[in-house]
């Protein structure tokens, strides 16, 4: 059973930083491409950045390009997204995604 487990959320200021963690298990992690996407309440999925399996192909929505950061730890079954500069645009819950399987999502609020 494909099982994905998203920590590291929290409030932060506008301008903060914050680290999201993916705990993959169940499947083989280090053979598949990985995305984080979020959603605001109410408003539909958005993608934010895409790692392919050897994490050397990093790809990013033109909303979060320069300030966050996709990365991949596929001894440890782990994928990561380092987030700088947030903004209350960047406010939402944020899963990690492996085809169709999604985890329960990680809340980032961005607020003053």
């Known amino acids: 059973e494909v099982q994905l487990v998203e920590s590291g959320g929290g409030l932060v200021q506008p301008g903060g930083s914050l680290r999201l963690s993916c705990a993959a298990s169940g499947f083989a992690f280090r053979a598949y491409d990985m995305n984080w996407v979020r959603q605001v309440p109410g408003k539909g999925l958005e993608w934010v950045s895409r790692i392919n399996s050897g994490g050397g192909t990093t790809t990013y929505a033109d909303s979060v390009k320069g300030r966050f950061t996709i990365s991949r730890d596929n001894a440890k079954n782990m994928l990561y997204l380092q987030m700088n500069n947030l903004k209350p645009d960047d406010t939402a819950v944020y899963f990690c995604?492996?085809?169709?399987?999604r985890g329960q999502g990680t809340q980032v609020t961005v607020s003053s």
């Open positions: 995604e492996s085809g169709d399987s």
